[in-house]
């Protein structure tokens, strides 16, 4: 699962930032390393949130500098989802 | 096939001479790659066009630029490409005059003289008037994330309290975007303000057109070629990737990439075809909203003319307080109804354009009324801002949305790309849909961009992601 997550989220961000996947490491910073401007920061989000139908909140963006950030939020979402659908 | 194809062989070919496009091709050409440019109309531009009647020049559709100020988009590229030296650029100062029944709102070159202004005007909001524009200044990318979500209505509503200020403060976004702030993206709205409202009026002497022509010349320079009146039909494919495209008198010429610079619903549905698309992504590109259209009066008038506002200013005049109910009229091309309109007096004092955004209808629905909206808007203008302003007509004209479509083939006319709400916020996989290698959108229907600004930052972004696989 993780794996699969992240490997999505590197092809997104390869996507929107032109990187090659193999340049985009979890550490990779979105701002310092990947030059992620505040147009790229909300075409990754909505990609993402696209892609895994989930919403992010709003006041969690700022938080997420990290490729490992935004794979950690993604599955605790998901994870949440799943719950929700068993309860 | 091989009866048409064309000799040569391109690294890259672009559809479109707006200012995206040719921003891209400046930058592919100046690493080295080999270019092309094909353009459907006889001159670059796009909406950054003007045109002479009568021994008078007006620009046709885009009236100034923003993003200039240093570290301003618009100037990093332009300083990049060589442009600014090709290019004498003034700056109107006020960029802009909100002018309702009783507010004159002047946006200054100097941030902190429209606060100060504002604040004399609106002293019980005088903290939150501080605060959103220091808001707005911020350049931290995450911070402008977190209201990706939200309308400009929701936005200004955290800021203020006061209806009216909260209008004034709305309407620009309805005049240089075409939705209320019930639905416009805050986003986008504060972009808007960062690069256009803030830091505007920026004018290259000569007129808007001796701006693409720069940066043709430019693109030229850099080995560049360039073909007018060629006409893209189709995206050629093969085995999932770009191999070249079809143009109008049947030629065939081979590239490795394509970047489309037109609207993207013409993109997708007609130069690739539905055949390429898988379903989901047809069906989601045919239930996207293009943005609004503009009905553009352009008139010649005398020496003698006068009246009290600056030339180059962009004037914004509203008669009520009620956006929705503008917005409502607009959609209907209701003159009576909007009360509103925006203007601008060339810097020559020899020319106005008025604007109004209004939507599409159709070719025969502009035939018939063209001369009475014409002829109302000049009534309505004359009644508010510009008192005998009929005496003193040269020459009168006007682009309705049929005009523009017909100049540019953008889809409906569209001013702006895709409308700025917030559901269409980002369009995952527009700007360089997955599927098929080798093919990239640029220019304001293929992610965020607005305006010049807008589109030469999309441009540079674009060239930026080939290079980094190209080189």
Known sequence: ?87 | MSRHRSSEEYDAIIIGAGIGGLVCGCYLAKAGMKVLICEQHHKPGGYCTSFKRKGFTFDAAADCFGAYREGGITRKVFEELGIDKKLEIIQFDPSLIIHTKEFKIRIWRDTKKTIEELQSLFPEEKTSISNFFNFLSLSNPATFAKIKNWTFQKFIDSFFSNKKLKTILSYPLLVMAGLPPTSMSAFLSGKLYYDFILDGGYYPVGGMQSLPDALANRFQEFGGEMRFCTLVKKILIQDGAVVGVKVENGDYITTRYVVSNCDARQTFLNLLGEENLDDTFSYSIKNMTPSISNFIAYLGIDDTFSHSYPPGTAVLFLEHYNLDKAYKAMLQCDLKNYCGYSFRTSKNNKTINILVPVSFKNKNYWKKNKQKFLDSLIEKAEKYSLPNLSQHLVYKDAGTPYTLYRYTLNYKGASYGWASTVSQLAVPGFKKPSFIKGLYLTGHWSTLGLGIPGVAYVGYDTAKIILRKYL
């Open chain 1, 1 to 87: 699962m993780a794996d699969n997550v992240q490997k999505e989220i590197v092809s997104i961000v390869s996507d929107v930032t032109g990187f090659e996947p193999d340049e985009i490491t979890p550490e990779s910073n979105f701002y310092d390393d990947l030059e992620v401007d505040s147009v790229k920061a909300i075409e990754i989000a909505v990609a993402i949130e696209k892609r895994f139908k989930v919403t992010v909140r709003d006041e969690e963006i700022p938080n997420i500098t990290t490729v490992k950030q935004a794979v950690d939020i993604v599955e605790k979402l998901l994870e949440e989802k799943e719950d929700n659908v068993q309860a």
